[in-house]
């Protein structure tokens, strides 16, 4: 079975401070991770994945095999960052597994 | 908009009745994915084709059913509804069966009174 949590609903921060959003998957096999993020009246899209190794308005993630952990970090934090983001496992049978979402809300 | 579309947008019904929702990949996509989130619940998998083909199934209830018509597009049918399916029910699409990145529909809300 494959797995996605995240384990905070809401994280507050204060703009320019940093940013973690914490992800953590179960899966056997060897896994495709995902950030997606939907800001307000927009759709879900796609922030960035592990395979590209890039850094996408100023957020990155790494994929931690050890800790099976695959959590965003951005170093100061914008007002306009303010969104829902969802990790995203892609593991066995092509199944896609989103975790619950963190809402980020960057306080002024 | 060549983006992925959903219809209705928002729909309200009545216990015990059936309703079907549709969904258009962009253009070239080949996949379909539904997916529903429930309050505090998240994004929950529900089914994926293929090209025409069952892929993969998550939770999908028996009572729910769905497939992917010879043009790609996709529907989903929730018969016998209950309450606890009133949701948000969304349609994503990608080119290629996984590992994609997944387009995303605006989503058909459910409301079942």
């Known amino acids: 079975a494959q797995r996605v949590t995240q384990p905070e609903k809401l994280l507050s921060v204060f703009k320019g401070a940093p940013v973690e959003l914490k992800c953590n998957y179960s899966?056997?096999?060897?896994?495709?991770l995902f950030w997606y993020v939907q800001y307000s009246r927009q759709r879900l899209q796609l922030l960035l994945r592990?395979?590209s190794r890039e850094s996408i308005k100023g957020f990155t993630a790494d994929l931690n095999k050890g800790e099976t952990s695959f959590h965003l970090k951005k170093p100061f934090a914008q007002e306009e960052d303010s969104a829902m983001y969802y990790c995203?496992?892609?593991?066995?049978?092509?199944?896609?597994?989103f975790g619950t979402g963190t809402k980020l809300q960057v306080i002024p | 908009d060549s983006g992925v579309t959903q219809t209705p947008k928002h729909l309200i019904t009545a216990t015990g009745q059936r309703v079907t929702l549709r969904c258009s990949p962009r253009?070239?996509?080949?996949?379909v994915y539904w997916y529903q989130q429930s309050l505090d619940q998240g994004l929950q998998f529900l089914i994926q084709?293929?090209?025409?083909?069952?892929?993969a199934k998550g939770n999908i209830l028996e009572r729910f059913s769905a497939q992917q018509f010879p043009d790609l597009h996709s529907e989903l049918n929730l018969s016998s509804l209950e309450l606890g399916d009133s949701a948000l029910y969304f349609c994503?699409?990608?080119?290629?069966?996984?590992?994609?990145?997944?387009?995303f529909g605006e989503g058909s809300r459910l409301t079942v009174l």
């Open positions: 592990h395979i």
């Open positions: 995203a496992l892609v593991g066995g049978y092509q199944k896609v597994t």
């Open positions: 253009s070239g996509d080949l996949s």
């Open positions: 994503a699409s990608s080119v290629g069966q996984a590992g994609w990145e997944l387009f």
């Open positions: 084709y293929y090209n025409g083909e069952e892929r």
């Open positions: 899966y056997s096999g060897s896994p495709e």
